[in-house]
């Protein structure tokens, strides 16, 4: 019974954290579907959604250690989410608009040294800085405390008020964001541009406004990632953002680049594989499986579980 607890308790903290790499890895798959660029840099821009959220936390929120009042955190995502869609389109105009017809690789080579830009800006910013600052914690927050202490005298499982967020504004995101892509316009249009860029444009659709729209889109995601990756482990940094970044593009490729259900389930994958790891066999091989995981599904599948394969003429 014990070990049965323990696993559930391990599959809980899983789902908490799959759902913030799922939500990180809908931006890498989203962006990968519209112009097939692996944006590196979206790792980074997490960062700075965690950041614009810490620094809402700390001027609103009172005491600067606990966030106290619901409304101050749901005021923290938006700005950050709205602070990102904009670095988002930024990037998009400034880094990768001008090469988008120039090879793949140059384009990646871009991403990676906006990454690399990112990082290092953030560390010579006076407000941000090379060193670790600590983020404001939940504290009171009555209704949740109640139904986590209902579910562990019901099941022996311990979910955590953190992790009832995670869960719930990540599928919330994840609603909209498939509402927004299978039942609007604009989302019609994303498709279109996905599936054939020069057919769109011919048809009409502002394929640059599209593009940019999609980098938004994904870059709010991941600040919405941010903030809760820093609910769950209180820390914000310049490099926050590069291991969640590296298992969410793992999460992206195990559930098929430019899959957006596929996405969604890799990033759960990730998050329950990870915490099993640490939980039965070694917290110091969480990191060694999660890019097992890519080696596997690269040999096995490299198309992705829900990934399809396409002939491309080179």
């Known amino acids: 019974m014990e070990l049965l607890q323990q696993f559930g308790q391990q599959m809980v903290n899983g789902i908490a954290l799959g759902s913030v790499y799922a939500l990180i890895a809908l931006g890498y798959t989203m962006v990968y579907g519209i112009v097939k660029l692996i944006n590196f840099a979206h790792g980074d821009v997490l960062m700075v959604g965690a950041f614009a959220g810490y620094f809402v936390l700390t001027s609103f929120g009172g005491d600067a250690s606990k966030i106290s009042n619901p409304l101050i955190l749901i005021l923290a995502f938006i700005i950050a989410m709205i602070v990102s869609a904009i670095f988002g389109m930024i990037i998009e105009r400034t880094c990768y608009k001008p090469l988008r017809k120039a090879p793949r690789i140059n384009l990646l ?184 995981i890519l080696i596997l599904i690269l040999v096995v599948k490299p198309s992705g579980i829900l990934g399809k394969n396409i002939r491309e003429k080179v």
Do not use: C
């Open 109 to 292: 080579i871009t991403a990676i040294g906006v990454s690399i830009v990112l990082e290092n800006g953030a560390r010579v910013i006076p407000w941000i800085g090379p060193n670790p600052k600590q983020f404001p914690t939940l504290k009171n927050i009555g209704f949740l405390e109640k139904v986590s202490d209902f579910i562990k005298s019901a099941t022996g499982v311990y979910i955590s008020p953190v992790q009832i967020i995670s869960f719930f504004i990540a599928v919330l995101l994840m609603v909209l964001l498939f509402y927004v892509v299978n039942h609007t316009k604009t989302g019609k249009a994303m498709r279109a541009v996905s599936h054939d860029m020069n057919a769109a444009l011919l048809m009409g659709i502002d394929v640059n406004r599209i593009i940019s729209f999609t980098f938004a889109i994904g870059a709010s995601l991941a600040a919405a990632a941010g903030i809760l990756f820093a609910l769950n482990y209180p820390q914000v940094e310049p490099y926050m953002g590069i291991m969640p970044g590296l298992k969410a593009f793992v999460a992206a490729v195990l559930g098929g680049i430019g899959s957006i259900p596929g996405a969604m389930l890799g990033g759960f994958i990730m998050g329950i594989a990870e915490t099993l790891t640490k939980g039965f066999i070694s917290s110091k091989l969480a990191d060694a499986v999660a890019f097992g």
